[in-house]
C-alpha cells in the first residue's frame, strides 16, 4: 500500500510562487509515475504535469507549461510541484498520485490510470 501525503499549499497572491511536495510512504520500491491533478470549485479534476518513475520523462498541461516545474528526489521519496506566476484560476485542490509498475513515461490525459491519491492541498490565489 502506497500512501501519499501533500503539503505546501496555501495563499498567495497573483504572480507568486508555491511549491507543492508529496511524500510517498508504505513501500519500498521506487517504481512508480507521478502525476499531479487539480480541482477547481465547480469544476472537473484534470491534469497539471506527470513524472516517470526515473524521473526522465515529464508532461505538463498546456496552461502550466513555462510555469509549473515537475520534479522527484528519489532519496527522500518526495515529489515536488514548483509553480511560479500563479494566477486566481489556479485556484484549486491540488492531488499527487500514482501509477505503480510503470517502468517509462506518464500519462497526464487519463486520471484513471493512477493507483493512489493523496487528500490533497488547496491552493489559493488572490489579490
Known amino acids: 500500500q502506497l500512501q501519499l501525503v501533500e503539503s505546501g499549499g496555501g495563499l498567495v497572491q497573483p504572480g507568486g510562487s508555491l511549491r507543492l511536495s508529496c511524500v510517498a510512504s508504505?513501500?519500498?520500491?521506487?517504481?512508480?509515475?507521478i502525476g499531479w491533478f487539480r480541482r477547481a470549485p465547480g469544476k472537473e479534476r484534470e491534469g497539471v504535469a506527470c513524472?516517470?518513475?526515473?524521473?526522465?520523462?515529464?508532461n505538463y498541461a498546456d496552461f502550466g507549461k513555462g510555469r509549473f516545474t515537475i520534479s522527484r528526489d528519489s532519496a527522500k521519496n518526495t515529489m515536488y510541484l514548483q509553480m511560479n506566476s500563479l494566477k486566481p484560476e489556479d485556484t484549486a485542490i491540488y492531488y499527487c498520485?500514482?501509477?505503480?509498475?510503470?517502468?517509462?513515461?506518464?500519462?497526464?490525459?487519463?486520471?484513471?490510470?493512477?493507483?493512489?491519491w493523496g487528500q490533497g492541498t488547496q491552493v489559493t490565489v488572490f489579490s
Open positions: 498520485a500514482a501509477q505503480i509498475g510503470l517502468f517509462r513515461g506518464c500519462v497526464l490525459s487519463s486520471e484513471f490510470e493512477y493507483d493512489y
Open positions: 508504505g513501500s519500498t520500491w521506487n517504481t512508480y509515475a
Open positions: 513524472i516517470s518513475a526515473s524521473g526522465d520523462s515529464t
